[in-house]
């Protein structure tokens, strides 16, 4: 049921295109889905344009969001770097995006290989949308395919990383949106800093998360993968990237089964990094506690029946999963970056470490020894969960608000 406080720009089934890579399961990816959700709840016709058809999160689109994929041809994914799975195919492709790379090189004001790869791209049918929204961002492909292939009243895109680098490779065509949502203050900062031209667009946009739904489904079975109540278990739900810090988790857990704890670290996610996890992994002789699970479509019951959840990231944007884990009323151990400190009050509803294996293995091992606090620091968290989300009205405003483009 459309909201009747809301401007009839939205009443009147405002037609939006989220323009989507894929749809993995990921924080960014289930913050694309509860946006449509919202958007769907206030009145919005929605489509969603992917790069790929891949990813367990297809199958929980909202029912009526109309999905639809993006032409594609052989050389525009070899460019891009989106190989197939055939093995020659691959070898073909790896070759023409290498030498795409030293052709086209990137320079201050855009990107060269974007440029040559959208010559090839042909514009959307001639269709224009109230509403165009580059959820994905992370300097991808697409926020050049949305500024200049799309006809939009309005366009946004997505800030999701405080780590620049991804960016500068999109810079010039921040000129083709009218808002940049940074999915939080110290994304808007570091971005800011890094394009002081685009600063009077930024506007914080906090990742959509649907509370009732994490709880209901938090009350699934683990499938056995650790004993609720039983022992001292740890959860991470995360990629495995870099960024995720899960070579300092290894660390941390090679630190604790030396000093003689029991404890059982389950990692709930798939990356590339996972074969030298792997071999740390057999190194650091820790497979009898430490595991890498792999994907789950349901990861609540697993946060829910942990101990406590950690979450070592070197870079994040605006934790989605820590934001679940709060939901659910953990603890939460994590390290002392930014948007962490944006969510965790450090001792009150969890705590903040030093991005290194031994502040993280201190951590544990004293709460391992205080089942007390952290019962009630569960207490305490619980009695504050309060989460409402009405970001949707910075895109309201951003309808309502500017003059349409021509």
Not at 109 to 127: A, H, W, Y
Not at 222 to 251: H, S, W, Y
Request: glycine residues 8%; aromatic residues 10%.
């Amino acid at each position: 049921m459309t909201d009747p406080n809301l401007p009839v720009s939205l009443g009147r089934k405002t037609r939006v295109l989220v323009l989507n890579l894929w749809f993995r399961t990921g924080g960014t990816e289930n913050a694309m889905i509860g946006m449509c959700r919202e958007l769907q709840k206030h009145g919005c016709d929605v489509t969603v344009l992917s790069f790929f058809d891949e990813g367990d999160n297809r199958e929980r689109m909202p029912e009526g969001v109309k999905l639809r994929l993006m032409e594609r041809s052989f050389l525009q994914d070899a460019m891009l770097r989106h190989y197939s799975k055939n093995g020659l195919v691959r070898a073909v492709q790896k070759v023409i995006h290498k030498s795409s790379q030293i052709i086209f090189r990137v320079n201050g004001e855009g990107n060269r290989l974007f440029e040559s790869v959208l010559k090839l791209t042909p514009c959307l049918p001639d269709e224009e949308y109230d509403l165009l929204l580059d959820f994905y961002g992370y300097g991808n492909f697409l926020t050049a395919f949305g500024d200049r292939k799309v006809r939009a009243k309005r366009k946004a895109t997505w800030v999701h990383v405080e780590n620049m680098d991804y960016f500068r490779r999109t810079r010039g065509y921040y000129g083709g949106y009218d808002r940049i949502f940074c999915v939080s203050n110290a994304v808007k900062d570091a971005f800011d800093k890094e394009f002081p031209d685009f600063a009077e667009k930024t506007e914080v946009f906090h990742n959509y998360i649907d509370t009732e739904r994490i709880q209901s489904l938090a009350s699934q079975s683990t499938q056995d993968m650790f004993d609720p109540g039983k022992g001292f278990n740890i959860v991470t739900v995360c990629r495995l990237n870099r960024e995720k810090g899960i070579d300092i988790a290894i660390g941390a857990a090679a630190i604790l089964k030396k000093t003689g704890c029991v404890f059982k670290w389950v990692i709930i996610g798939e990356g590339e990094e996972r074969q030298t996890l792997e071999s740390l992994i057999r190194e650091n002789d820790i497979g009898d506690c430490f595991c890498l699970a792999g994907n789950r479509t349901n990861p609540y019951p697993y946060i829910k029946n942990c101990s406590i959840y950690v979450q070592p990231s070197r870079n994040e944007g605006y934790s989605t999963t820590i934001l679940e884990a709060r939901v659910l009323g953990k603890v939460i151990v994590t390290s002392n970056i930014p948007s962490s400190i944006e969510q965790i009050n450090d001792g009150i509803n969890g705590y903040i470490c030093e991005l290194d294996p031994e502040s993280f293995a201190s951590r544990i091992s004293r709460l391992m020894d205080n089942r007390e606090r952290i019962s009630k620091m569960e207490c305490t968290i619980a009695g504050s969960n309060d989460y409402s989300f009405d970001d949707y009205k910075l895109i309201v405003n951003m309808i309502d608000s500017q003059p349409a483009r021509s």
